[in-house]
């Protein structure tokens, strides 16, 4: 999968953007719209990662495991994609939080039950009521590649993409970059695409190469 160049995050733009993130992640953390989201278990803003290069992450919805662990993508399917990043061996860019913004579709754990530690699919409601906030975070980060997982992830950034063309203003610049849900369950489909799960981590590990090989070549004319 090839990447064509365009523009990251610029540095004098970057602490303007900060302060407005900032704002944006509290109001993530204050937001109640979902009723079905009982109890709320949401993230603290230093389990997004990084801001700096420009590249955001998009899920479908936190995982019991993330939330507890108070680090996004920690579950299994989280792990493949870690190990997808470690396995490019660079010495800055170690692990997702190095690379990668990252957030969901859905900001809050959806919950089986009250008491639940196990995860359900987002309902549609749930996410209406909450590509907003994506499609703000896209906003605000101006982000020059989106790499999304899973149908749901590449249909929100799909539909936040297309809603924003008709503001000349903030038409989209970045390249989307879309991969099956890497957790187990979804083999089936992953192997539609993919000769083995190994193959699809080894696709994984490419594209992460090579948003690397951007990052240094950006150092190195900086
Ligand atoms: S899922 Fe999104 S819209 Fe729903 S309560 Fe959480 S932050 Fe608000």
Same mark, same amino acid.
């Given at each position: 999968?090839?990447?064509?160049?365009?523009? &990251?995050?610029?540095?004098?733009?970057? !602490?303007?953007?900060?302060?407005?993130?900032?704002?944006? @992640?509290?109001?993530?953390?204050?937001? /109640? $719209?979902?009723? *079905? +989201?009982?109890?709320?278990?949401?993230?603290?803003?230093?389990?997004?990662?990084?801001?700096?290069? &420009?590249?955001?992450?998009?899920?479908?919805?936190?995982?019991?495991? *993330?939330?507890?662990?108070?680090?996004?993508?920690? &579950?299994? %399917?989280? +792990?493949?994609? /870690?190990?997808? $990043?470690?396995?490019?061996?660079?010495?800055?860019?170690?692990? $997702?939080?190095?690379?990668?913004? +990252?957030?969901?579709?859905?900001?809050?754990?959806?919950?089986?039950?009250? @008491?639940?530690?196990?995860?359900? *699919?987002? /309902?549609?409601?749930?996410?209406?009521?909450?590509? &907003?906030?994506?499609? @703000?975070?896209?906003?605000? $980060?101006?982000?020059?590649?989106?790499?999304?997982?899973?149908?749901?992830?590449?249909?929100?950034?799909?539909?936040?993409?297309? *809603? =924003?063309?008709?503001?000349?203003?903030?038409?989209? !610049?970045?390249?989307?970059?879309?991969?099956?849900?890497?957790?187990?369950?979804?083999?089936?489909?992953?192997?539609?695409?993919? #000769?083995? +799960?190994?193959?699809?981590?080894? #696709?994984? =590990?490419?594209?992460?190469?090579?948003?690397?090989?951007?990052?240094? %070549?950006?150092?190195?004319?900086?």
């Amino acid at each position: 999968m090839e990447i064509e160049p365009s523009r &990251g995050i610029g540095v004098n733009s970057h !602490s303007r953007r900060a302060f407005s993130l900032g704002r944006l @992640q509290s109001e993530i953390a204050a937001c /109640r $719209l979902c009723s *079905s +989201m009982n109890p709320w278990r949401q993230f603290e803003s230093d389990a997004y990662g990084t801001r700096c290069t &420009g590249y955001l992450l998009v899920g479908e919805a936190p995982g019991y495991k *993330s939330w507890e662990q108070r680090r996004r993508f920690t &579950g299994p %399917a989280g +792990m493949l994609i /870690r190990r997808a $990043l470690f396995q490019v061996a660079h010495p800055h860019y170690r692990d $997702l939080e190095d690379l990668f913004y +990252m957030t969901d579709v859905v900001k809050c754990h959806p919950a089986s039950g009250n @008491q639940s530690i196990s995860n359900r *699919s987002p /309902r549609r409601c749930e996410v209406q009521a909450c590509v &907003g906030y994506l499609s @703000q975070e896209i906003h605000v $980060l101006r982000p020059s590649v989106i790499v999304t997982f899973g149908k749901t992830a590449a249909a929100a950034v799909g539909r936040v993409s297309l *809603s =924003s063309k008709d503001r000349v203003a903030h038409r989209p !610049s970045y390249n989307v970059l879309s991969f099956p849900h890497p957790s187990p369950r979804n083999q089936l489909t992953i192997r539609k695409h993919y #000769a083995s +799960m190994k193959a699809f981590e080894a #696709a994984l =590990s490419k594209t992460f190469c090579q948003l690397i090989a951007r990052l240094d %070549a950006r150092a190195t004319h900086a």
